[in-house]
């Protein structure tokens, strides 16, 4: 079953790379500045949260820009990539009725997708550093780790997110409030040290707390992250993605009957 899986997923590697090649044409159609924005969004957001929270709030975190950007890359993939491949299927729903394509192709596609914006933002990243001459450690250059499972967890929630939404449609409103809550209980803006204890122990159940957590550890903490921390975050991906997979494979025969 698996060799089967996997040589069906071979044969159309080539419509998957033209789906994204597709779509990244498109978000910078008639753009100025093209690829740029993806490094200046987070950039524009990183000088206003700055300001906001270090001459409003006081905020005393160190390096808080490349504090709040270490969060915010993970969190605007994740929201990006779920949100996109939830309405992926329904979006496709004049192709899944002419042909026979492999229906979870469009919501990895987007999570395919949503990488690459995070690769270009991740420049955004090693900007700031250089400009506040954050140092870069060796432990720096295995920042590849902690967003291969943070993309291997928003597969499996976009599957998961894809085959639900076409029989309940209301999960698009709902997701997003969801996400609100998501972002505040991440600490992405604030210091984990202002939260009382209790919360501490609630976040230890949020999987975009320990993503965040290991990059930043690589990123500014100068340490790699224990085998345990491993662990952790491999275990919510693992998870995730079966949870995923299960899910969309036992509901895609009955997607025809709600396209």
């Not at 419509?15 to 978000?27: A, P, Q, W």
């Not at 025969?253 to 709600?258: P, Q, T, V």
Request: glycine share 4%; proline share 5%.
């Amino acid at each position: 079953m698996m060799k089967e899986n996997f040589q069906n997923f071979y044969k159309y590697r080539y419509l998957l790379f033209d789906l994204v090649i597709k779509d990244l044409k498109i978000k910078y159609r008639r753009s100025v500045l093209g690829f740029a924005w993806s490094i200046l969004n987070p950039l524009l957001m990183m000088v206003v949260i700055t300001a906001v929270f270090q001459n409003v709030f006081k905020s005393n975190i160190e390096n808080f820009p490349v504090y709040y950007l270490t969060g915010y890359l993970f969190f605007s993939f994740l929201t990006e990539a779920t949100n996109m491949s939830m309405r992926s299927v329904m979006g496709a729903a004049s192709l899944i009725k002419k042909v026979y394509i492999p229906k979870y192709l469009f919501p990895l596609e987007k999570c395919i997708f949503c990488f690459v914006n995070m690769l270009l933002s991740f420049v955004a990243v090693i900007i700031v550093m250089l400009v506040l001459r954050v140092p870069i450690t060796p432990t720096f250059f295995a920042f590849p780790i902690p967003m291969l499972y943070l993309f291997v967890f928003t597969v499996g929630l976009s599957l998961f997110l894809a085959a639900a939404n076409v029989f309940f449609r209301d999960i698009e409103h709902l997701y997003g409030v969801f996400t609100t809550a998501w972002m505040y209980l991440t600490p992405i803006f604030y210091p984990m040290e202002m939260l009382p204890d209790f919360m501490t122990n609630v976040l230890r159940f949020n999987p975009l707390y320990h993503y965040v957590l290991y990059f930043r550890a690589i990123v500014l903490g100068n340490h790699m992250p224990d085998l345990h921390s491993n662990l952790v975050c491999m275990g919510f991906s693992l998870i995730m993605l079966i949870i995923g997979i299960a899910f969309f494979k036992k509901k895609q025969d009955k997607f025809i009957l709600y396209i």
